[in-house]
């Protein structure tokens, strides 16, 4: 059959039936304006990556340290460091003003030299930045005014320093915000560093040196040259480059992660347009009977709605594009405080021709399904309403068309999450949720049939029946509009969860203010200190700073090599290195605490004296990373003292609670004479108190930290907030694909819909019960939509609860109401809004029409 | 022009076997004009769609202009239809979505010859010229049934079938449908074959076959 013809009469089709096509392919506009916003806003995050590198790390390179620089690496920053160098060293300390009420753990940073070399830091009021290191000034975190009740022009107290706060960072390159959120950051210039006298023994303090290379000089090489080097002096080098690559890495993935929730929508919409157009091969039953007997080919039908599909997916697709682009201008705004860099909103030409492309795609390949009963449609069925249709043999193409949707969800799913296999397991968890809905809305239909309230008033008894009018898309509807409803509730119950153990693991009676660094004579004064104020004091928990030597006998270095050399054979980045090299935090008990649990191995008795090697507890997963079980001899490192141990347990310890944790805890009789300090927890009733307390000990004791836990939750519940938020914006437009699902469910149905009304009518029905019977069938779509769902959504947020987060599972079954009778409302809102000429016409302007 | 031989049809539903064509043969010429008549459930419409290559027979052959439909797949005999055969239904069966003219032209442009001025002319020649671009829910029965006769002789087809052309309308709207077809069967030399309940309408037909239960019980050719 000629293509001319198959473009007219799909045009001519499409012309007739345009606003309910268009409805058809706006299931899909929602999922590619998903897709282009979140693609073209990772494009743009990229290129501004890339454009503000330099910034990123605000010089050419970095060399960083733990430990006070060794004379080697400090010989090695006088050369490179001759046209250009700068340190930064930072520690955690107390800091409070004279005016103000409260103290507040902050991280002080002492700069030396002109850093950033390249990139602006914007201060409020503007130049503070430059007139830092003038005298004693601090540049603070606008948060930490907020905390402690200071202005501007406030005096600063650290330690035993006193400074002049002149003005709060208003953006800085390369800060992502997470690290500010546990601890305000202070700026002061470094000469001024003695002065606090904080760097006293056992503090913990990071030196960073920042370098500047002659214009034209390249600094991967340097850095190649040195590593190793370096890292014999415990000191780390970093280029821009690296710096730039971890930061593209971690936006990439949080760009692919995204996209997926974004597909979610697209495939939705897929769901949508297979549905619609299996309707509309039924309306269009008569005209492809008569089309064939006038001499059209099966294949020739077929072409004219495949072609239809494709203009219409594309019409949906561009709309879609543009929609995206739009969203992609908020986007920014929304995480923008999560951001480490100005993001330009430019549409990324490559973003919107993969989302029309992919959109296009996905319409054409969902409608394929059921336009193949269109060329089941014999010519005959124009002569007569019932045809035989058993005689005929199964459409032969389905299983390759079924296999080609397959197989097209699986490589979208690839695309987007940037590798085959988290697409494949991408692809199949859709199928099974899909599924899984799927099933749960027919349970739930079922049993409304099994059940069918008989005695209920005509109207809901109607309405209920109209749930399985032939042709119906209920369950097209309730999947799509499920399915929204289901990332919704689920990311809700996440959440909700995650935030509900904080809030609970700081329930009454429970610690809430923990002081640290207190050195072993300070422990009796701060303790009595504390008491004599009126709180209860908990045992001190000592903490002793060590690194691993070897385990069962061999080196940590050799170690290490080994398994960067067999995670390089296998295409891999090295695990486990960290676990290796980093230095722990331990303690020493002969008692398990709360927030522990045994998973192998015997705990020891204690009381007795023992010799070497000392009973040591891991915690299980850093067992797991460091390939040691019970039973394995490691020898550590405690302030370059050797101390063997033998792990007789591994321990299962819930993070999650506010209390000194530990990777490493040895038996008592070894560490007692070792460097450590002591951690002190007491509770005071509120914030105010706590605030007070902490202040008293910081003026006591400066070197004494200490911080409030409700802070730190604080923290912790806007980090998860941020991360959701970006998420559910996201998820979204699911909901908003099902809407339009549904909305073009209602638009199909539109001529059945009126003759049954015109009917309704007829046989003596008034508008307000025709309304009734409307408002009845919606909103039993939209419970039967969101009650699957949140079914759904509870057993998804039970296993991430369990499996993931490895936290008690609640059920909120307020807000479960809220979202469950919001998607019904939904669902009412939109049915009636498209219903609106069903009520209004009369029956005869009707049943002249059709 | 149009040959059967030992045409039977028989539709097997839930292990029973109705036959509803039983062993039919005839043969009309080129340029003749039939009626098949004969009451309700007799078999008409099932011969009808035999006879244009609708559907297949259990058993027996069809011959239109010398193409044994048997033979031909079924993309092939849709090529046929769209170069030989023209249809009216009862029903009309309009496309609902075409104007009167777009309807017109459906079977010369699925052959790609543009049409729009034999359309029109077509329509002018059924008495609707001025009406081309309205659409069927906008004309009359009658008019719609106008419109499909057009349709059906656009093509300038060898045979036309016609499955109770005047069913849905009044008796003298239906005399004028008959006449019309009368008159392009005498000018174009089109066959004729009717499918009718009406006596008077089969009347105007030069040929009548009866049928009862599947079988021929009169031909007035015999
Ligand atoms: N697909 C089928 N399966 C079973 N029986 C069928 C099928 N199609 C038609 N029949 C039967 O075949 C018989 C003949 O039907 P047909 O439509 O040819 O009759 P007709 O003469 O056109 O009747 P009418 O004048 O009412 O249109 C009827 O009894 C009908 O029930
Ligand atoms: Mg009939």
Known sequence: ?850 | MLHCESLTKTYGSGGRELTVVKNISFSLEAGGFLAIVGPSGSGKTTLLGLLAGLDRPTSGSVTLDGAVLERLSEDARARLRGEKVGFVFQSFQLIPTLTALENVQVPLELRGIAARERATELLARVGLAGREHHYPAQLSGGEQQRVALARAFSNRPRVLFADEPTGNLDARTGATVVDLMGELNRDLGTTLVLVTHDPDLAGRARRTIRLADGEIVADSAA
């Open chain 1, 1 to 850: 059959m000629n293509p001319a013809f198959v473009a007219r009469m799909a045009w001519r089709e499409g012309r007739a039936s345009a606003r309910r096509l268009l409805l058809l392919t706006a299931s899909i506009t929602a999922g590619v304006a998903a897709l282009v916003a979140i693609n073209s806003f990772t494009d743009n995050l990229r290129r501004s990556v890339q454009e503000q590198a330099r910034s990123l790390l605000g010089a050419d390179l970095s060399i960083s340290s733990q430990k006070e620089f060794t004379p080697a690496v400090t010989a090695l920053l006088d050369t490179l460091g001759q046209t250009g160098l700068a340190r930064v060293t930072t520690f955690s300390a107390m800091a409070y003003t004279a005016a103000g009420s409260g103290a507040r753990l902050v991280q002080v940073s002492g700069v030396t030299g002109p850093w950033p070399f390249y990139g602006d830091i914007v201060t409020d009021p503007a130049g503070a930045w430059g007139e830092l290191s003038r005298g004693p000034h601090a540049v603070v975190d606008p948060s930490l005014l907020g905390a402690l009740g200071a202005a501007i022009g406030d005096t600063l107290a650290i330690g035993a320093a006193r400074f002049a706060i002149t003005g709060t960072i208003a953006r800085m390159p390369g800060d992502v915000g997470v690290r500010s959120a546990l601890g305000p950051r202070v700026f002061i210039p470094g000469r001024y560093i003695a002065a606090t006298r904080l760097l006293g023994f056992g503090a913990r303090v990071e030196r960073e040196a920042f370098i500047r290379l002659p214009v034209g000089e390249a600094a991967q090489p340097i850095a190649d040259r040195y590593r190793a080097r370096l890292r014999a002096e415990n000191a780390r080098i970093r280029t821009v480059a690296e710096s730039q690559q971890n930061l593209d890495n971690a936006l990439g993935r949080l760009g692919h992660y995204l996209g997926l929730v974004a597909l979610i929508a697209l495939l939705l919409g897929g769901l949508g347009v297979a549905s619609a157009t299996h309707v509309f091969v039924r309306q269009k039953a008569d005209t492809i009977a008569v089309l064939r007997c006038l001499g059209a080919t099966a294949g020739g039908v077929f072409a004219i709605y495949v072609a239809q599909a494709a203009v219409m997916g594309l019409i949906g697709s561009v709309l879609g594009a543009a929609i995206g682009i739009a969203v992609q201008h908020v986007l920014p705004s929304a995480i923008a405080s999560a951001l480490p860099l100005d993001v330009s909103t430019a549409p990324s030409w490559p973003a919107i021709g993969v989302g029309v492309a992919t959109g296009v795609w996905v319409a054409v390949v969902f409608a394929l399904l059921p336009l193949l009963s269109a060329r089941r449609i014999p010519p005959l069925a124009a002569l007569r309403q019932a045809y035989d249709p058993g005689g005929r043999p199964r459409e032969p193409l389905r299983i390759p068309v079924l296999f080609l949707l397959a197989a097209s969800v699986v490589a979208l799913a690839a695309m987007q999450a940037g590798n085959p296999r988290t697409g494949l397991a991408f692809a199949a968890g859709i199928g099974a949720s899909v599924g899984v809905l799927a099933i749960t809305a027919w349970l739930l239909i079922r049993s409304v049939e099994r059940w069918f309230p008989h005695t209920w008033p005509y109207v809901w008894r109607q309405g209920l029946a109209n749930l399985r009018r032939p042709g119906n898309q209920t369950t097209a509807v309730v999947l799509s509009l499920g399915f929204g409803a289901f990332l919704l509730a689920t990311l809700f119950l996440a959440q909700y969860n995650l935030l509900e153990e904080l809030r609970i693991t700081g329930g009454p009676s429970r610690p809430n203010l923990v002081f640290f660094d207190i050195q072993p004579e300070q422990v009796a004064p701060v303790s009595r200190a504390i008491a004599g104020a009126g709180y209860p004091v908990g045992s001190p928990v000592p903490i002793v700073p060590m690194r691993i030597r070897s385990i069962r006998g061999r080196p940590v270095a050799a170690i290490a090599a080994d398994t960067l050399a067999r995670a390089r054979q296998r295409g891999r980045s090295a695990g486990g290195g960290w676990a290796l090299r980093r230095e722990y935090r331990s303690t020493y008990r002969d008692t398990m605490v709360a927030s522990e649990k045994l998973v192998a191995g015997r705990w020891w008795g204690s009381g007795r004296t023992r010799g070497s090697p000392v009973p040591l507890s891991l915690e299980a997963d850093v067992a797991a990373d460091l390939g040691v079980r019970v039973g394995d001899a490691m020898v550590w490192d405690v302030q370059g003292v050797p101390v063997a141990t033998r792990v007789v347990n591994l321990r299962d310890v819930d993070w999650a609670r506010f209390e000194p944790n530990f990777f490493a805890v040895f038996a008592t009789g070894a560490l007692e004479t070792a460097p450590q300090s002591f951690v002190v927890l007491t509770r005071a009733p509120d914030a105010a108190r706590r605030g007070q307390l902490q202040r008293e000990i910081a003026q006591r004791w400066a070197n004494v930290t200490s911080f409030d836990i409700a802070v730190v939750q604080e923290a912790v519940e806007r980090l998860v907030s941020r991360v959701v938020l970006a998420i559910r914006f996201m998820a979204l437009f699911s909901l908003a694909t099902g809407a339009v699902v549904l909305a073009g469910a209602v638009s199909t149905s539109r001529f059945q819909r009126l003759r049954e009304s015109a009917l309704l009518k007829t046989l003596g029905a008034s508008r307000r019960q025709v309304l009734q019977v409307v408002l009845a069938e919606y909103l039993a779509i939209g419970l039967l939509a969101s009650v699957a769902a949140f079914i759904l959504a509870a057993l998804a947020g039970w296993a991430l609860a369990h499996f993931l987060f490895e936290i008690p599972f609640r059920l909120p079954l307020r807000q479960a109401a809220t979202l469950i009778g919001g998607t019904a409302v939904l669902a009412v809102l939109i049915g009636t809004w498209g219903s609106v000429e069903v009520v209004r016409r009369t029956p005869l302007e009707v049943l002249r029409e059709t």
